[in-house]
């Protein structure tokens, strides 16, 4: 069965400081995509990349940049020179291709600290 | 030209009563999906529907009942609500492999 792990329930940084989210997931399907979202306090949940599980370079986006590696099944989030709105919840998701299931982990609240 | 559109915003009623949240999309997808987000934050998925086809119930009382009249609607009834309920209920859509695009949540309050 699917699963996804975020060890980290909440993390507190000083603005501009670098932060990893971590996640962990499990799978049997050979085939799968990785996901991550991001819940700000106005609720709405903002798609930020995805990721399929033959794909393992590392991605990087402004300041946000994630490293995929199959060997530790782990898809962690790298947040530079960190801001203010970068606080919120944020989710680490998967999905197998087998079905159309996509189950999220149980969420990061990332506070960033003026 | 909202892609996932969900109402309504704000649901606020009383044990016992039974009620329906809509939920429409645009964007041509073939699958449509209800998660429930808990106080804690937690987003479980409960229903899944292909094209009007259930193919996930995810261990929810019958009391919630999905409907799809067609591919870009899934609505989500709810008889005899109870406090439990109270959460926020995301309505979302996707194509197979494709990120999930979601509505901008209901939030329901039971009391």
């Known amino acids: 069965a699917q699963k996804v792990t975020q060890a980290q329930t909440e993390i507190s940084v000083v603005e501009k400081e670098d932060v990893t989210l971590d996640c962990v997931y499990e799978t049997r399907d050979t085939t799968y995509y990785l996901f991550w979202y991001k819940q700000p306090p106005s609720g709405e949940l903002v798609f930020l990349i995805r990721r399929n599980s033959f794909d393992e370079q590392n991605e990087i986006s402004g300041r946000y940049s994630w490293n995929f590696q199959k060997s530790t099944s782990s898809f962690n989030f790298t947040i530079t020179a960190s801001q203010v709105v970068d606080s919120a919840v944020y989710f680490c998701?998967?999905?197998?291709?087998?079905?159309?299931?996509?189950?999220f982990g149980k969420g990061t609240r990332l506070h960033i600290l003026p | 030209d909202t892609a996932v559109s969900q109402t309504p915003k704000y649901l606020v009623t009383q044990m016992g009563n039974d009620k329906s949240i809509k939920c429409e999309q645009n964007?041509?997808?073939?699958?449509m999906y209800w998660y429930k987000q808990d106080s804690k934050k937690f987003l479980k998925i409960m229903f899944s529907?292909?094209?009007?086809?259930?193919?996930i119930n995810e261990t929810v009382p019958n009391r919630f009942s999905p409907k799809s009249p067609d591919k870009a609607h899934l609505n989500l009834h709810i008889n005899s609500l109870e406090l439990g309920d109270s959460a926020v209920y995301f309505c979302a859509s996707t194509s197979s492999g494709a990120p999930l695009h979601f509505g901008n949540g209901t939030r329901l309050t039971v009391t």
């Open positions: 998701a998967l999905s197998e291709a087998a079905d159309d299931k996509i189950i």
């Open positions: 529907y292909n094209n009007k086809e259930l193919i």
């Open positions: 964007l041509g997808h073939d699958t």
